[in-house]
């Protein structure tokens, strides 16, 4: 069974901090598929970042970067410079390949960026 | 593009009624999904679709039904509505996770309270 742990249920940072937020998955399967998605307060969904299990190079978007570590099953997002827009719950998800329809999504970690 | 439109932005249901959640792409996205989200939790799979003809239940299916007869169009239906189901639903739409110009997209979401 697919599982995805967001261990940290709330972060407050000041504006500027760098901010690390973790996710741990479980799988049985070796070709899965990882996602970020942010949703601000206004509720909506924004998909942000999907990687496949077998490409481990880390990924870097503006002030956005991600770190995938196949040894520890984990999928880190990481914010540089953090800016008051960053508030928002952030999700991460896991999909198998072998059913790549079904995601399972962690609990979310709300994000609050004081200015 | 329209992206991923849901109907209605709000519902409130009286227990024991039904009713169809609509969902529409315009992207000829082969996948589509349901999703729930109760206050904070992460979103839970209902129903999804990997292609016009093809739907398989979620994480929490009971209570509800999906079809897909056109690639456009994945109604969600409520059969008997019920307190429980008071919660968020997203509809989402992608192409394959494997995909290499991969994204994701929600809908709106669509408030249902019943009572």
């Keep these: 069974a697919q599982k995805v742990t967001q261990a940290q249920t709330e972060i407050s940072v000041v504006e500027k901090e760098d901010v690390t937020l973790d996710c741990v998955y479980e799988t049985r399967d070796t070709t899965y ?11 909506e969904l924004v998909f942000l970042i999907r990687r496949n299990s077998f490409d481990e190079q880390n ?6 970067s991600w770190n995938f570590q196949k040894s520890t099953s984990s999928f880190n997002f990481t914010i ?4 008051v827009v960053d508030s928002a719950v952030y999700f991460c998800a896991l999909s ?11 609990d979310g970690t709300t994000l609050t960026v004081k200015p | ?19 169809t959640l609509q969902c529409a792409q315009d992207m000829n996205h082969e996948y589509m999904s349901w999703y729930r ?5 992460g979103l839970r ?6 292609g016009a003809g093809i739907t398989d239940q979620g994480e929490v299916p009971n209570g509800y039904n999906v079809s897909r007869s056109t690639t456009e169009d994945f109604p969600l239906r409520l059969l008997s509505a019920a307190p429980s189901q008071t919660s968020v639903y997203f509809c989402a739409s992608s192409s394959h996770p494997a995909a290499r ?10 408030r249902l309270t019943v009572t």
């Design chain 2, 45 to 50: 799979l209902i129903h999804y679709s990997v």
């Design chain 2, 101 to 110: 110009s991969y994204e994701q997209y929600f809908g709106p979401g669509t």
């Design chain 2, 37 to 41: 989200q109760d206050p904070g939790m």
């Design chain 2, 1 to 19: 593009n329209a992206g991923v439109t849901q109907t209605p932005k709000f519902q409130v249901l009286k227990t024991g009624q039904s009713m």
């Design chain 1, 33 to 43: 598929y990882l996602f970020w998605y942010k949703q601000p307060p206004s509720g």
């Design chain 1, 59 to 64: 990924e870097i978007s503006g002030r956005y």
């Design chain 1, 96 to 106: 198998e390949a072998a059913n790549a329809g079904k995601s399972t999504f962690g």
């Design chain 1, 80 to 83: 540089t410079a953090s800016q």
